[in-house]
């Protein structure tokens, strides 16, 4: 149902980038193989995602496609990349998002943080 290196889960195939870009790179690469930075809308898929950064004995934290235009310590102002609705209340960590950096991650503890844009993670393409 996916490509090579994709991985199924409820209708659309991931991909892990096992690489360390800032999240504007990360996007560019999932654009480039017909995706977007993951976008989250139930725990399942919350659960899934965190599940395959797992690799190995590691526990990966990832870009994922979080992305807020203004006055982005208010939850209620973050958006998917891909344009989907903002229908799941994922598992914001505690205090977040706690300044402007319009740019989350999924840390290995299973939440959703924001941080600098220009930092490096992993990432998960979602299509
Ligand atoms: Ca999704
Ligand atoms: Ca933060």
């Not at 977007?36 to 496609?65: C, M, R, T």
């Not at 807020?68 to 977040?96: F, L, Q």
């Not at 319009?102 to 941080?115: I, M």
Request: glycine share 8%; aromatic share 12%; hydrophobic share 30%.
């Amino acid at each position: 149902m996916c490509d090579d290196d994709w991985k199924f889960f409820g209708g659309s195939c991931y991909l892990v980038r096992k690489e360390y870009f800032s999240q504007a790179d990360a996007q560019d690469y999932c654009d480039m193989h017909g995706s977007n930075l993951a976008s989250i809308h139930s725990d399942g898929e919350q659960e899934f995602i965190h599940s395959i950064l797992k690799i190995g004995v590691e526990q990966h934290q990832a870009w994922i496609g979080l992305t807020c235009d203004s006055d982005c310590d208010e939850r209620s102002n973050w958006r998917w990349m891909d344009g989907s609705p903002m229908d799941y209340n994922g598992p914001w960590g505690v205090g977040e998002p706690d300044d402007p950096e319009p740019c989350a991650r999924l840390r290995s503890d299973n939440t959703w943080a924001n941080v600098d844009c220009s930092s490096v993670y992993y990432s998960v393409c979602d299509k």
